[in-house]
């Protein structure tokens, strides 16, 4: 009768333990993600204040006896954004028919650069009108800015 020879169980081990290192090394040594990339990165940036107004000293315009008046509104930019500004003079109530287009003039337009500011002057004449009775005149002023890019 013939006698099988047996492995020793160390060397089983050791044969198990070694094909198990190979298969992990193969995973982890860049072999199985050859392909992947990664990226990263940051910014910032600065966003410019835009930080506009407009008032006016006045309340209200009180036509003379002259049958003239004015009305000043100043428009600042102490921004760091150049601005175009529109001022538009609407005028209510029983005078509204009264002015003639071409004495009122009520648009006013244009630019400022950061940091300027600009008067902008609307002129009552109502010369060669029927006039109701000098006194206060309702009217509004209205201001738009815009970022010039």
């Known amino acids: 009768m013939?006698?099988?020879r047996r492995i020793?169980?160390?060397?089983?081990?050791?044969?198990?333990?070694?094909?198990?290192?190979?298969?992990?090394a193969h995973l982890t040594s860049g072999l199985y993600a050859r392909y992947t990339t990664g990226a990263s990165g940051s910014?910032?940036?600065?966003?410019?204040?835009?930080?506009?107004s407009a008032k006016a000293d006045?309340?209200?315009?009180?036509?003379?006896?002259?049958a003239t008046g004015h009305?000043?509104?100043?428009?600042?930019?102490p921004g760091e954004v150049a601005v175009r500004y529109e001022a538009r003079l609407s005028v209510s109530g029983e005078y509204a028919g009264l002015f003639d287009a071409n004495k009122l003039q009520p648009m006013r337009q244009g630019m400022l650069a950061p940091g300027a500011d600009?008067?902008?002057?609307f002129e009552f004449d109502?010369?060669?009108?029927?006039?109701i009775e000098p006194?206060?005149?309702?009217f509004t002023v209205t201001v738009t800015f815009t970022q010039i890019d």
């Open 2 to 4: 013939k006698t099988k």
């Open 8 to 24: 020793p169980f160390s060397l089983s081990a050791a044969a198990v333990l070694l094909c198990l290192v190979l298969a992990s």
């Open 43 to 52: 910014d910032n940036g600065t966003l410019a204040a835009f930080n506009v």
């Open 58 to 66: 006045e309340e209200t315009v009180s036509i003379g006896t002259d």
């Open 71 to 77: 009305y000043v509104v100043k428009v600042t930019n």
């Open 118 to 121: 600009a008067e902008l002057t």
């Open 126 to 131: 109502m010369s060669g009108t029927e006039i």
């Open 135 to 138: 006194g206060a005149v309702p």
